[in-house]
């Protein structure tokens, strides 16, 4: 118990420690002050005062939506003596794999004889992911007693049902303001009306005037320097976004995204609980002296094909460049960055593959081994699935459907699901591919698959 | 709260194991660190010594959750008195018995032990756990008879001395020192709400001409 409050007490002084450096620190002091002209505040009770007017103004709700913000991506407390490396990746290998060769534990006794651990998959690391028992708990709010949107809002079912209810709870949460209560609403789904808005309040997004005018001086900086990640960007931008049909009308604002993203510094902030680590460099002529050393490209993230992947979909929800901007930064450095970083995370890619691969071997052999035997492992197909979170894989709504679900459980874990899902889904056509490319072929087009049946029958339903 | 690293010598594993190490194709599954204290002065003999004897101290505490995955694997530990079954009080030497029954790991230990002494009776573990963990750790520890004699210190603490009376005309220490610690608080807050956010440039001396790239 000792150890526990001790706990407590550090990561209360270290959220103190981020938050007073925040706008809201500032917001909360100036009300205090203004506070004060009020005839409710009293000299003798003057703190119990204030924290009283804080509760009745709603500045309560916003200091406890920050609070509940840091929290989701806060780190564990770590151990006095562990260095800060072991705070982004405890796995020695992992870290030593940053940039990878094969990723082995050595440690590892992987031997040729089948034994009760053999893995028939690509990925040979013994990382602890869920079993369907575990996915069940954990995803309990997808059951098949619950109502869904993506299942109970489609026009067979009568909307007094379930919809025209859980409409009403989803403006009751906005009105409150509560992050909390929005994450645990929006495990249902979230009704389209109310979608920007509520994504907005659980990520706590509010659009300050600074936040604009830092995407104003942002926008400056694209103007001012030149970068050779641009041509990146632009070259991802033309050969992902711009050839997709839903997407292509949003070039210009994806643009607009990721040039300022790349030069956005505050994203740094979150190679602290990242495995990865920037890559640094030094201004010519100063090679060695750290005052001159700099991190290449500014945020430290090298944009790969399919990156703007990412912000596509955000665009059919906000239409102000500075709020799609915070939006997309948000979910970049809470959820994004773990799919293409190698970390033993269990929202990390590697996790999600050995979920991925696990499910399948354990809920589908047959299929696995047949798909094996044709020397299609089914990871090759899922992989560039779950890198990119299905964007562009599924149709936009059943899309945001998925990206509700992965926000209001706070993991990608749900990526793996529904990749299984998918084979458990077209398992007969694909019992009778017999190559790689057949097998490529069956799983081409998701654009017509509707994401929450699928997750329901592969959790709840599917007799095992 | 003031630690005091206690010197000590960890001895090399040995692994508990039925019949020839060498032929046999298992592995291990049970080792055992010994972890004697240099520092401790050595039992006397007098008439009224009794023989030290192993008290288990921590019985079947798990490090790792799942001993065939790797969650936990690498983690840094601490085991505090208060968990401790027994008296800490007088130890002369600690062993450490770790078993791993899964056979996916090729070895097994527990690494960078450190002791720590918190006040004269205190006794902290801290440890960091290597490469695959064991599944659940038995320590046990010996206990010396009351017949050793330990350093005054440990037993008696020191008692605060009395300040000198004052000479005249100088002022109250008291009322000084609670003054400086007025001012000493305000400069303390201001330091304190220094922030941690960041400036946001990246650009040094208006130029972001790079020299090399390089992942650390």
């Known amino acids: ?464 | 709260m003031s630690r005091v690293s206690v010197p000590c010598h960890v001895k090399g594993t040995v692994a508990l194991q039925v019949g020839d190490v060498r032929t046999s194709q298992g592995r291990p599954g049970v080792l055992v660190i010994d972890v004697t204290f240099p520092s401790v002065a050595p039992f006397e003999h007098t008439s009224t010594h009794t023989p030290a004897k192993w008290v288990t101290c921590l019985r079947d505490y798990c490090l790792m959750p799942d001993p065939h995955s790797e969650e936990g694997a690498q983690e840094y530990v601490s085991l505090f008195k208060h968990q401790m079954l027994c008296d800490m009080g007088k130890v002369l030497e600690l062993r450490l018995i770790l078993r791993q029954p899964s056979p996916l790991w090729l070895s097994f230990t527990v690494e960078e032990l450190q002791i720590y002494k918190q006040g004269p009776k205190d006794l902290g573990i801290w440890f960091q756990v290597s490469p695959t963990l064991p599944a659940s750790g038995q320590y046990a520890f010996a206990l010396q008879s009351p017949s050793m004699t330990f350093p005054k210190w440990l037993s008696h603490p020191v008692p605060c001395e009395q300040p000198a009376p004052l000479l005249e005309g100088l002022p109250d220490p008291s009322r000084v020192s609670s003054e400086v610690q007025q001012m000493w608080a305000l400069t303390e807050m201001i330091r304190a709400s220094h922030t941690s956010t960041r400036i946001g440039r990246f650009d040094v001396d208006g130029c972001y001409d790079l020299n090399l790239l390089s992942y650390t």
């Open chain 1, 1 to 464: 118990m000792l150890q526990e409050e001790s706990d407590l007490a550090l990561i209360i002084a270290q959220i103190v420690q981020k938050l007073k450096g925040s706008n809201l620190y500032a917001q909360l002091e100036r009300q205090a002050w203004a506070s004060l002209q009020r005839p409710e505040i009293k000299l003798e009770s003057l703190k119990e005062d204030i924290k009283e007017f804080f509760k009745i103004s709603g500045w309560e709700k916003k200091l406890q939506n920050a609070v509940y913000s840091e929290l989701s991506v806060f780190p564990l407390p770590s151990h006095p003596a562990a260095p800060p490396e072991h705070l982004k990746e405890p796995l020695v290998y992992m870290r030593k794999a940053q940039v990878l060769i094969n990723l082995r534990n050595p440690n590892y006794e992987n031997g040729d004889s089948h034994s009760f651990r053999t893995h028939l998959g690509l990925i040979q690391v013994p990382l602890k992911v869920k079993d369907i028992p575990e996915l069940k708990e954990f995803f309990v709010e997808l059951g098949l007693t619950a109502g869904q949107l993506g299942i109970d809002d489609s026009t067979q079912v009568p909307p007094e049902l379930f919809e025209n209810e859980h409409v009403r709870i989803g403006q009751k949460v906005l009105s409150e303001q509560d992050s909390a209560a929005a994450q645990q609403y929006i495990r249902q789904g979230s009704p389209t009306a109310l979608r920007a808005e509520l994504w907005a309040l659980i990520l706590n997004i509010s659009s300050q005037p600074e936040d604009i005018l830092y995407y104003e001086q942002l926008k400056t900086n694209v103007i001012q320097h030149d970068l050779l990640v641009d041509s990146l960007i632009y070259k991802d931008v033309k050969l992902t976004a711009s050839n997709d049909d839903y997407y292509f009308v949003f070039e210009d604002y994806l643009y607009q995204v990721l040039l300022c993203f790349s030069r956005d510094t505050s994203v740094l902030g979150h190679f602290a609980y990242n495995s990865a680590s920037p890559p640094k460099s030094y201004i010519r002529g100063k090679l060695g002296l750290e005052e001159y050393a700099v991190f290449y490209p500014p945020n430290g993230v090298i944009p790969f094909h399919g990156f703007s992947m990412y912000v596509a979909p955000l665009c059919f929800l906000y239409h102000e460049p500075s709020k799609l901007y915070q939006i997309f930064r948000e979910m970049y450095v809470r959820f994004f960055f773990r799919l293409h970083s190698i970390s033993s995370h269990p929202s990390g890619i590697v996790s999600l593959c050995l979920l991925f691969e696990t499910l399948l071997q354990t809920y589908l052999p047959q299929l696995f081994y047949h798909l094996r035997e044709i020397g299609a492992q089914p990871l090759r197909i899922s992989f560039k699935w779950m890198v990119r979170a299905f964007s562009g894989y599924l149709a936009t709504d059943q899309l945001l459907l998925l990206w509700d679900r992965i926000l209001g459980y706070n993991s990608l874990e749900i990526l793996a699901v529904l990749a299984a899902a998918v084979f458990a889904f077209r398992a007969v056509n694909l019992m009778e591919v017999t190559s790689l490319a057949a097998a490529e072929a069956v799983l081409a087009d998701l654009s017509t698959l509707k994401v929450m049946p699928l997750l329901q029958i592969f959790l709840f339903a599917t007799v095992t």
